[in-house]
């Protein structure tokens, strides 16, 4: 699949209000997004492998990027391993993300979600470590400065 044009539709026609309600959670003091769950003995005598259990506050965040379609099908992968996209999931201070575009946000969170699918705990660990907090609060602050045709004001 080689879709250089980004996700459709575009991200400044999106509703991101209903993703965005889960910033002052994720600004709050050491929130719950998850635990690992450790392997255990089954009754088969084989173990189980840990794995990732996201807090149902964290699940229902996965839902509303898919529910606005934040998340939609291009190809992440090879945005991700493009320097401006690695760039980006490696800020964990704001910095580079305080300089991205509303689509390039947006790809980035695609590229968490989707990326989960294929390294267990990614997403327990962008949410723990602050960058996907930083990643909404970027959105916020261009969401806020939009006419409401979606254009910037």
Do not use: I
């Not at 991700?80 to 946000?105: F, H, I, K, M, P």
């Not at 969170?109 to 390294?119: K, W």
């Amino acid at each position: 699949m080689s879709d250089d044009s980004g996700p459709q539709p575009p991200a400044a026609t999106l509703d991101w209000g209903p993703v965005l309600a889960f910033l002052p959670w994720l600004q709050g003091d050491d929130p719950d997004v998850g635990d690992w769950v450790e392997g255990e003995l089954r009754d088969d005598g084989a173990w189980s492998m840990p794995y990732e259990a996201l807090s149902a506050r964290s699940a229902a965040l996965v839902q509303a990027l898919y529910d606005q379609q934040v998340v939609v099908r291009f190809d992440w992968s090879r945005w991700l391993d493009s320097q401006g996209g690695d760039a980006l999931a490696a800020d964990t201070t704001g910095a580079v993300l305080g300089e991205a575009s509303l689509e390039d946000l947006r790809r980035l969170l695609v590229a968490h979600v989707r990326g989960a699918r294929f390294s267990e705990g990614h997403l327990l660990h962008v949410l723990r470590n602050g960058h996907v907090r930083l990643v909404l609060e970027r959105v916020s602050a261009l969401v806020s400065c939009r006419a409401p045709d979606g254009t910037a004001a």
